[in-house]
């Protein structure tokens, strides 16, 4: 690719190597877009905090989930495509170019809000690992829960890759392969859990069918079993949905955490959420974090991909008898939950 000062451009030509290993169609499409100004113009004018290739590709996604007729979809698996990636470009840049205005329009008006239900493997040790450290059961508070599938962790089974099986027979089975030389402590048993609240600056409904059908559109079309995953989820929560608070954590965490009754303990996660929150607000979140954890127990688990890491980070920090805080890094995991490597015991 030729030197640009056009940062989209560095964008898709970032995002082709991201998706190199395990979406072969979308590292086809962004070489591509990089090298098109009229297609990745496209992109502009989304939310400057949600990446512009998540909101160009979910638009286009979206649309053909929701069944618009083109030979486009014959590239994309989530919708029964099979041709392959390398020979997608002249049917995506058609598409785009017939259906621009309706691109433009969920470009500009969505957001990336993922709820990919496969880091629910990476983070089942961490979270176990709090409820073991804490005599009182959890009580859940997930900072950017989206629809909140996450928060029902413990409905799901989970296969991992040294032959462990955990969690209840259920149709969302997830599957992490374990990397390096250090096993992560797997639970036999579900922590207990005594409550369950999501906070989110966009709240999405698991009952409203395209609000939902927009998080599965950024869904990697050439991981089908995602997509699986994520409606069978869907299908448990749907029993049960979830409360989800509107708003900024800084402002509703307070409340949320003063609210959790004394025989249980507060456990505070979040996963590829506050990535999208700039330093300040980062170093306020950990601020709120301690000050909580002076009043009382507390336990917070961090599975994120910040600007300096090499990749997601999932981190532990108990706070305990209102004494500084114990932070541990637990391992390092692929963004979708695929793996992780577990770096240190708990």
């Not at 190597?17 to 591509?32: D, G, N, W």
């Not at 992109?43 to 979910?58: K, M």
């Not at 698996?77 to 598409?95: C, E, K, S, Y």
């Not at 303990?265 to 301690?290: G, N, V």
């Amino acid at each position: 690719m030729k030197q640009t000062s056009d940062p989209l451009q560095r964008e898709f030509a970032f995002f082709a190597t991201v998706c190199a290993e395990y979406c072969p169609l979308y590292a086809a499409l962004s070489a591509r877009v990089a090298e098109d100004e009229p297609i990745r113009s496209l992109a502009r004018g989304g939310h400057p905090q949600h990446p512009p290739a998540n909101l160009l590709f979910g638009a286009v996604h979206y649309m053909l989930l929701c069944g618009a007729d083109h030979p486009l979809r014959e590239f994309y698996p989530t919708v029964g495509g099979t041709r392959p990636a390398d020979n997608a470009w002249p049917a995506f840049r058609h598409f785009c170019i017939a259906h621009e205005a309706e691109i433009h329009r969920l470009v500009t008006t969505r957001l990336v809000q993922t709820n990919e239900v496969g880091r629910c493997g990476v983070l089942l040790p961490a979270l176990a690992c709090a409820s073991a450290s804490f005599s009182a059961p959890l009580h859940l508070i997930e900072v950017g829960a989206s629809s909140g599938l996450n928060l029902y962790f413990d409905r799901y089974h989970y296969r991992y890759s040294n032959g462990v099986d955990v969690g209840p027979d259920s149709p969302a089975r997830i599957e992490t392969e374990l990397r390096g030389d250090v096993e992560p402590p797997l639970p036999r048993a579900m922590p207990a859990i005594a409550g369950r609240l999501g906070i989110d600056l966009s709240p999405v409904d698991v009952m409203d069918d395209d609000a939902m059908r927009w998080l599965e559109s950024l869904i990697w079309p050439d991981m089908v079993e995602r997509l699986m995953l994520f409606r069978a989820a869907r299908g448990i929560v749907r029993g049960s949905p979830p409360r989800i608070d509107k708003g900024d954590a800084m402002d509703l965490l307070p409340e949320a955490f003063v609210s959790v009754a004394e025989d249980s303990t507060p456990c505070i996660f979040h996963c590829h959420a506050i990535y999208q929150m700039d330093k300040a607000w980062r170093e306020r979140f950990d601020a709120l974090l301690s000050d909580l954890g002076r009043q009382r127990d507390l336990a917070h688990v961090s599975l994120e991909w910040l600007r300096d890491d090499p990749g997601p980070m999932l981190h532990l920090t108990m706070y305990r008898d209102g004494g500084a805080a114990m932070r541990t890094m637990l391992a390092e995991a692929h963004h979708h939950g695929r793996w992780m490597r577990w770096l240190a015991g708990c």
